[in-house]
């Protein structure tokens, strides 16, 4: 019987023959599962393959778990649990065996699953004290906030993650509370209450963990089809998987992009008057700010830079609104979230430092930086020739169709509202949009006018442009 | 016996199967042309109802086509909930005016009852218990609501007060409680003022939930976000709610 499953697993190898692998990963799964759990195996499974071929290491797949043996195992560096747990001693001795003696382990969602008649007290040692205490139902995406961003795990990804749907696991104890537990991602506070059948309302809910005793990382992503479709999160799995297989293999270079990039103008520091005294009261007082030299956008980023991101990195597209786009129109239905971590790929692609820019920046850029006239809309006093606003368009349009302000920017007055990196305020529970949209009146179009939205918020009339450094 | 009931359904129906003897019927109305959390909302509002719908007897359908709001496609259901939108033709207000005159309910959600002094459909400023919009708290956040009458069928489950999830809150002019015909069954507490950031309701009434007693209808301004639907109390009040529109008991339902 092992003879025939070592043969298949041989056939499954997906390392060309002749060369040495760096590590060896030997996954299992189960078929017979929630159907969710089945479609998170057959992803994860190929994502894998891809990756494995890139980076050098053997990843071998089993359904059959008798091959949890110490005999099997002793091939292998690594042991990754997709969607189940052995069940029986044998396999549960042999696994311990294994991590005792240094190999490393992943295990996604159901994998860390215990409770009280789970019956093997090594294994909640090994989770860290983590029993499974509730879930979310049905399984929704949900915001991630990275704990420590110099870890190998996380260090390739931006500060927080827009997770796609998942069932969250609420632990209890929280692994957080062993000393020896390193939690690494962990769910915002933001999302709570979350849920609508199950409802996890509050408390300390660790996604991502390591129990610093073993070589191991437990990842509570791994329900449903949805699971591998953001890049970072993927990124995270990678470097996961890496790091317990002690990769030696450099990461792949990839290939700076051209055409997609945003063009970006200099614009050259100073110091300006910010807000308006007879604005609304956040627009007050108006005060002296000074901006450094920075770079921004010519435009916002439109829906062909958004798509080369999304095809670059295996994302979905936003949904599209009910308004006529093309590929010139500006991106919307992306969050803060969403618009950071676009920031964070094109960064990584270019070497550069791409980010949001800050409110103040944007203001004064859009008031035409040191060559500013003066002008309540940004490039003209006219509202109607510099700007698409106050439901004089059917939906948004084309980004540079209106005249450019001093510094040749388009668009900042109307289109869309362009998310800043900095808080709304002290509180620290909204980003602010800036610039107003096509849908917006003339008031709330000034260049002055601030719109606080929280972090996760998308709508079609949000978008955004980069800056630089 | 009503706990048998369902379990005897359970047996011959399994789940997600087709109820052969529906309590009542109703049609839900939605838009996806607009804010991104006001559809939000509908898709939630339509797995709960779809849930509840099984559980309690009833059938759910759903449309996003607003021309079904005429006398034929009516005269199927009991009880018409819009979730996101309200009707901008003539002829679709009428065919509603006469659903509603016929002894049909209304189940109105959040940006369902927009109106404003100047809006030409007066009848329906009349059906509301005279509430026109005033303004509305932004960004949207959590409120405070008190519940006024635990007795009322709507209400009877909920706690005199909690926290409802995000929402951009609706403050009306004249307030509905002005209106004798009307009973108002929740409204923002007052610990709550002043609610909002950008804009900011200072202060006086806001009702949230409300009836005119006049029509089988309610109005609930929840409905803007997509965390509606993650209070389990004010869950219990929606499905409440449903079935006293249906005219229709609770039936005890086994949890999984």
Redesign the interface.
Known sequence: MRSVSTILILLATSVCFGQKPDFKVLAFYSKDVESDHGDFAKKLRSFMNELSDERKFTFDVTTDWTNLNDTLLKNYQVVVWVNDFPHTDAQRKSFQKFMDNGGGWIGFHVAGYNDKDTNWPWFVDFMGGAVFYTNNWPPLPARLLIEDQDHPVTQNVPSVLSAPTNEWYQWKPSPRENKNVKVLVTLDPINYPIGIKDIITAGDTPVVWTNTKYNMVYINMGHGEFVMDDQFQNTLVADALLWVGKSKSPKPIIAIEGTGLPEMISVKGGTFMMGDDNGDKDEKPARKVTVADFRIAKTETTIGQWRTFCLATNRRMPEAPWFQQSEQHPIVNVSWDHAVAYAKWLSQQTGKNYRLPTEAEWEFAARGGVKSKGYPYSGGRNADSVAWLAHKSEGTMAVAQKLPNELGLYDMTGNVWEWCSDWYDDTKRFYTTRGGAWDIGLKNNRVTYRNPLGPTSRNHNKGFRVACD | MKYTFSLVALIFFGCHVAIAQPRFKVAAFYS??????HINFAK?AL??FE?ISEQQQFTFDATRDWSNLNDNYLANYDIVIWLNDFPKEDDQRAAFERFIARGGAWYGCHVSAFNLPDSKWKWFNTFLGGAYFKTNN???LPAKVIVEDRNHPVTKRLPASYIS?TGEWYQWKPSPRENKDVKVLMSIAPESYPLG??TVIEGGDTPVLWTNTKYRMLYMNMGHSN?I????EQ?TMITDAVLWLGKAKELKVKSE
Request: aromatic letters at 18%; charged letters at 25%.
């Open positions: 996806t042309n607009g804010e991104m959390d939630d797995y709960f849930l932004w960004p949207p999830p950031v950008k965390k639907f993650s209070n389990s869950n």
